[in-house]
Protein backbone atom coordinates (compact mmCIF):
# COMPACT_ATOMS: atom_id res chain seq x y z
CA UNK A 1 0.00 0.00 0.00
CA UNK A 2 1.66 3.97 -0.90
CA UNK A 3 2.18 6.00 2.04
CA UNK A 4 1.26 9.14 2.23
CA UNK A 5 2.74 11.77 -0.82
CA UNK A 6 3.34 15.60 -0.35
CA UNK A 7 3.53 17.56 -3.68
CA UNK A 8 6.02 19.56 -3.95
CA UNK A 9 8.97 18.20 -1.82
CA UNK A 10 11.00 21.80 -1.89
CA UNK A 11 9.58 24.77 -2.76
CA UNK A 12 11.58 28.49 -2.90
CA UNK A 13 9.01 31.37 -2.34
CA UNK A 14 9.48 35.09 -1.98
CA UNK A 15 8.15 37.30 1.02
CA UNK A 16 4.06 38.60 0.31
CA UNK A 17 3.36 35.78 -2.18
CA UNK A 18 1.39 33.11 -1.80
CA UNK A 19 1.67 28.57 -1.72
CA UNK A 20 -0.12 26.00 -1.65
CA UNK A 21 1.06 22.61 -0.73
CA UNK A 22 -0.76 19.41 -1.39
CA UNK A 23 -1.02 15.71 0.25
CA UNK A 24 -2.28 12.72 -0.38
CA UNK A 25 -3.27 10.17 2.25
CA UNK A 26 -2.78 6.33 2.62
CA UNK A 27 -5.47 4.86 0.39
CA UNK A 28 -8.38 4.56 3.11
CA UNK A 29 -7.65 7.11 5.29
CA UNK A 30 -9.75 9.81 6.03
CA UNK A 31 -8.53 12.19 8.23
CA UNK A 32 -5.53 14.51 7.16
CA UNK A 33 -3.29 16.51 9.98
CA UNK A 34 -0.93 18.96 9.09
CA UNK A 35 2.55 20.01 11.18
CA UNK A 36 5.06 22.86 11.18
CA UNK A 37 8.56 21.38 11.85
CA UNK A 38 11.24 24.60 12.28
CA UNK A 39 14.04 24.80 14.47
CA UNK A 40 13.29 26.78 17.01
CA UNK A 41 9.83 25.95 17.81
CA UNK A 42 10.18 22.12 16.93
CA UNK A 43 6.68 19.69 15.29
CA UNK A 44 3.74 22.35 16.12
CA UNK A 45 0.20 21.19 14.91
CA UNK A 46 -1.81 23.22 11.97
CA UNK A 47 -5.31 21.22 11.67
CA UNK A 48 -6.79 17.98 11.15
CA UNK A 49 -9.68 17.39 7.93
CA UNK A 50 -11.82 14.90 8.33
CA UNK A 51 -14.83 14.05 5.37
CA UNK A 52 -13.96 17.17 4.28
CA UNK A 53 -14.47 18.87 7.25
CA UNK A 54 -11.97 20.99 9.78
CA UNK A 55 -12.06 19.03 13.01
CA UNK A 56 -9.57 20.87 14.77
CA UNK A 57 -6.99 23.70 14.31
CA UNK A 58 -3.80 25.09 15.90
CA UNK A 59 -2.47 28.13 17.38
CA UNK A 60 -1.47 29.61 13.82
CA UNK A 61 -2.50 33.02 12.20
CA UNK A 62 -5.69 33.34 9.72
CA UNK A 63 -2.89 32.86 6.91
CA UNK A 64 -2.10 29.56 7.31
CA UNK A 65 -6.16 27.47 5.77
CA UNK A 66 -6.43 24.30 4.56
CA UNK A 67 -8.99 21.94 3.05
CA UNK A 68 -9.97 18.61 2.18
CA UNK A 69 -11.71 16.86 -0.68
CA UNK A 70 -13.98 14.14 -1.25
CA UNK A 71 -11.15 11.87 -1.90
CA UNK A 72 -9.69 12.83 0.88
CA UNK A 73 -6.54 14.31 -0.09
CA UNK A 74 -5.94 17.76 1.44
CA UNK A 75 -4.20 21.10 0.53
CA UNK A 76 -3.20 23.49 2.61
CA UNK A 77 -2.16 26.87 1.96
CA UNK A 78 -0.32 30.23 3.31
CA UNK A 79 -1.01 33.42 1.94
CA UNK A 80 1.12 36.43 2.44
CA UNK A 81 4.46 34.17 3.31
CA UNK A 82 6.89 35.65 5.95
CA UNK A 83 10.01 34.66 6.62
CA UNK A 84 9.33 32.96 9.58
CA UNK A 85 7.03 30.16 7.32
CA UNK A 86 10.40 28.97 5.95
CA UNK A 87 9.85 24.99 7.67
CA UNK A 88 9.31 21.44 6.88
CA UNK A 89 5.28 20.87 6.71
CA UNK A 90 4.18 17.66 7.14
CA UNK A 91 1.09 15.74 6.62
CA UNK A 92 -0.11 13.17 8.06
CA UNK A 93 -3.03 10.38 7.67
CA UNK A 94 -4.96 7.92 9.81
CA UNK A 95 -7.59 5.27 9.69
CA UNK A 96 -7.85 5.11 13.20
CA UNK A 97 -8.03 8.37 14.54
CA UNK A 98 -4.94 7.79 16.96
CA UNK A 99 -2.04 6.83 14.92
CA UNK A 100 -0.50 9.20 12.68
CA UNK A 101 1.71 8.20 9.19
CA UNK A 102 3.36 11.04 7.83
CA UNK A 103 4.80 12.31 4.60
CA UNK A 104 7.94 12.93 3.45
CA UNK A 105 7.37 16.76 3.59
CA UNK A 106 7.30 20.01 1.66
CA UNK A 107 10.91 21.86 2.85
CA UNK A 108 9.39 25.65 1.71
CA UNK A 109 11.71 28.30 1.94
CA UNK A 110 10.94 31.81 2.24
CA UNK A 111 13.28 34.49 0.71
CA UNK B 1 -2.85 21.83 28.74
CA UNK B 2 -0.70 18.64 27.13
CA UNK B 3 3.16 18.89 26.70
CA UNK B 4 6.17 16.36 26.24
CA UNK B 5 9.70 17.12 27.64
CA UNK B 6 12.90 15.28 25.98
CA UNK B 7 15.55 16.08 28.32
CA UNK B 8 18.44 14.60 26.13
CA UNK B 9 18.84 17.08 22.86
CA UNK B 10 21.67 14.95 21.53
CA UNK B 11 23.43 11.68 22.74
CA UNK B 12 26.20 10.16 20.97
CA UNK B 13 27.07 6.61 21.27
CA UNK B 14 29.56 3.91 19.88
CA UNK B 15 28.01 1.11 17.85
CA UNK B 16 26.81 -1.92 20.21
CA UNK B 17 25.69 0.21 23.25
CA UNK B 18 22.16 0.16 24.75
CA UNK B 19 21.08 3.86 24.84
CA UNK B 20 17.96 4.91 26.22
CA UNK B 21 15.96 7.71 25.38
CA UNK B 22 14.21 9.57 28.39
CA UNK B 23 10.55 10.87 27.53
CA UNK B 24 8.46 12.58 30.24
CA UNK B 25 4.89 14.35 29.75
CA UNK B 26 2.12 16.36 31.38
CA UNK B 27 -1.48 16.04 31.07
CA UNK B 28 -4.62 16.46 33.22
CA UNK B 29 -6.54 13.71 30.97
CA UNK B 30 -6.93 10.00 32.73
CA UNK B 31 -7.15 8.65 29.15
CA UNK B 32 -3.93 9.02 26.70
CA UNK B 33 -2.05 8.01 24.17
CA UNK B 34 2.02 8.27 23.74
CA UNK B 35 3.99 7.53 20.68
CA UNK B 36 7.98 7.27 19.66
CA UNK B 37 8.42 8.54 16.54
CA UNK B 38 11.85 8.54 13.98
CA UNK B 39 12.68 10.53 11.77
CA UNK B 40 15.91 10.18 9.95
CA UNK B 41 17.64 12.74 7.23
CA UNK B 42 15.42 11.67 4.91
CA UNK B 43 12.82 13.49 7.00
CA UNK B 44 10.01 11.59 7.55
CA UNK B 45 8.20 10.82 10.94
CA UNK B 46 8.00 6.71 11.35
CA UNK B 47 5.91 5.53 14.16
CA UNK B 48 7.37 3.02 16.07
CA UNK B 49 4.46 1.92 18.89
CA UNK B 50 1.55 3.56 20.48
CA UNK B 51 0.47 2.79 24.25
CA UNK B 52 -2.57 4.33 25.69
CA UNK B 53 -2.62 5.10 29.15
CA UNK B 54 -4.14 2.32 30.73
CA UNK B 55 -1.73 -0.26 29.48
CA UNK B 56 1.05 0.17 31.55
CA UNK B 57 2.56 -3.17 30.35
CA UNK B 58 6.34 -2.59 28.83
CA UNK B 59 6.77 -3.64 25.14
CA UNK B 60 9.45 -5.12 23.05
CA UNK B 61 10.38 -5.04 19.55
CA UNK B 62 13.31 -7.20 18.38
CA UNK B 63 16.27 -4.40 19.63
CA UNK B 64 13.55 -1.68 20.48
CA UNK B 65 12.24 -1.59 23.90
CA UNK B 66 9.23 0.95 25.77
CA UNK B 67 9.07 1.57 29.63
CA UNK B 68 5.68 2.62 30.48
CA UNK B 69 5.29 4.27 34.30
CA UNK B 70 2.19 5.90 34.69
CA UNK B 71 3.57 6.85 38.55
CA UNK B 72 6.00 8.95 37.16
CA UNK B 73 4.65 10.71 33.29
CA UNK B 74 7.11 8.84 31.76
CA UNK B 75 7.53 7.02 28.42
CA UNK B 76 11.31 5.96 28.03
CA UNK B 77 12.67 3.81 24.64
CA UNK B 78 15.58 1.59 24.98
CA UNK B 79 17.74 0.87 21.96
CA UNK B 80 19.87 -3.03 22.44
CA UNK B 81 23.14 -2.90 20.61
CA UNK B 82 22.56 0.23 18.95
CA UNK B 83 23.55 0.23 15.02
CA UNK B 84 24.60 3.17 13.05
CA UNK B 85 21.49 2.51 10.99
CA UNK B 86 19.49 3.88 14.27
CA UNK B 87 21.05 7.30 13.85
CA UNK B 88 17.97 9.44 13.83
CA UNK B 89 16.03 12.27 15.71
CA UNK B 90 13.74 10.58 18.03
CA UNK B 91 10.24 12.21 19.25
CA UNK B 92 7.61 11.37 21.46
CA UNK B 93 4.12 12.62 21.12
CA UNK B 94 1.26 12.71 23.13
CA UNK B 95 -2.47 12.68 22.16
CA UNK B 96 -5.59 12.84 23.91
CA UNK B 97 -8.43 10.05 23.64
CA UNK B 98 -10.09 10.77 20.28
CA UNK B 99 -12.72 13.45 20.49
CA UNK B 100 -13.75 17.18 20.89
CA UNK B 101 -10.67 19.09 19.89
CA UNK B 102 -8.03 16.74 20.31
CA UNK B 103 -8.94 15.32 17.08
CA UNK B 104 -5.82 14.01 14.90
CA UNK B 105 -3.21 16.64 17.17
CA UNK B 106 -0.03 15.24 18.64
CA UNK B 107 1.39 17.03 21.19
CA UNK B 108 5.39 16.55 20.44
CA UNK B 109 8.63 16.72 22.71
CA UNK B 110 11.87 18.64 20.99
CA UNK B 111 13.29 15.62 19.65
CA UNK B 112 16.44 13.68 20.64
CA UNK B 113 19.03 13.80 18.16
CA UNK B 114 21.05 10.01 18.31
CA UNK B 115 24.14 9.62 16.48
CA UNK B 116 25.76 6.02 16.59
CA UNK B 117 29.17 6.08 15.82
CA UNK B 118 30.91 2.65 13.64
Known amino acids: KAGVTQTPRYLIKTRGQQVTLSCSPISGHRSVSWYQQTPGQGLQFLFE???????NKGNFPGRFSGRQFSNSRSEMNVSTLELGDSALYLC??????????FGPGTRLTVL | AQKVTQAQTEISVVEKEDVTLDCVYE???????LFWYKQPPSGELVFLIRRNSFDEQNEISGRYSWNFQKSTSSFNFTITASQVVDSAVYFC???????????????FGQGTILTVHP
Open chain 2, 27 to 33: TRDTTYY
Open chain 1, 49 to 55: YFSETQR
Open chain 1, 92 to 101: ASSLTLVEQF
Open chain 2, 93 to 107: ALSRDAGGTSYGKLT
